[in-house]
T-cell receptor
Framework: DAGVIQSPRHEVTEMGQEVTLRCKPI?????LFWYRQTMMRGLELLIY????????DSGMPEDRFSAKMPNASFSTLKIQPSEPRDSAVYFC??????????????FGEGSRLTVL | AQRVTQPEKLLSVFKGAPVELKCNYS??????LFWYVQYSRQRLQLLLR??SRESIKGFTADLNKGETSFHLKKPFAQEEDSAMYYC????????????FGRGTQLTVWP
């Protein structure tokens, strides 16, 4: 397995534009997480899904952010309209609960977003 | 509410010196604690978890419930240990939803 795959790796856009980040979790994992990493705030959980259903979206900054998981192998994080303060590295991670032990998170390489 | 605090943003030691990365948490229940590491240009990855009581790459971490701490220690640091280290907590009921500290950037000088 190639691990969690994210695209694009880098995105530079102008304020006001729509940004879509994509994630393919590890096959068989039933949890998917979107995190945002900034120097000021570190790693923040935005939203997570279990079996494609959003469980907790309390970390989504505002209505400009939305996330979907139409099937077990694909998720998107959309920002519309984007603002300079959205500039960050966005990580997708997946996990599976195994044998009653809390699952390890497997992270993608991240999508570095710059909003000018 | 749960919170993970890593008081040091930056930590520098010389090769061969002991290193301790501090992590304190606040949670009223029984948490599970983890250390994740991000080496330069690599993915964030699990280093160790307290329930396994394991030593990985010479690192150990002991959960001290009295002091609500989970400090990461290594007796002799190596240059390849230079990385960003994140302490993380999960509540057993939330199945992998991790709360991360802000991270400590460790630099090991030759």
């Amino acid at each position: 397995d190639a691990g969690v795959i994210q695209s694009p790796r880098h995105e530079v856009t102008e304020m006001g534009q729509e940004v879509t980040l994509r994630c393919k979790p590890i096959s068989g994992h039933d949890y998917l997480f979107w995190y945002r990493q900034t120097m000021m705030r570190g790693l923040e959980l935005l939203i997570y899904f279990n079996n494609n259903v959003p469980i907790d979206d309390s970390g989504m900054p505002e209505d400009r952010f939305s996330a979907k998981m139409p099937n077990a192998s694909f998720s998107t994080l959309k920002i519309q309209p984007s603002e300079p303060r959205d500039s960050a590295v966005y990580f997708c991670a997946s996990s599976a609960r195994t044998g009653g032990i809390t699952g390890e998170l497997f992270f993608g390489e991240g999508s570095r977003l710059t909003v000018l | 509410a749960q919170r993970v605090t890593q008081p040091e943003k930056l930590l520098s030691v010389f090769k061969g010196a002991p290193v301790e990365l501090k992590c304190n948490y606040s949670y009223s229940g029984s948490p599970e604690l983890f250390w994740y590491v991000q080496y330069s240009r690599q993915r964030l990855q699990l280093l160790l978890r307290h329930i396994s009581r394991e030593s990985i790459k010479g690192f150990t971490a002991d959960l001290n419930k009295g002091e609500t701490s989970f400090h990461l220690k290594k007796p002799f640091a190596q240059e390849e240990d230079s990385a960003m280290y994140y302490c993380a907590l999960t509540r057993g009921s939330t199945l992998g939803r991790l709360y991360f500290g802000r991270g400590t950037q460790l630099t090991v000088w030759p």
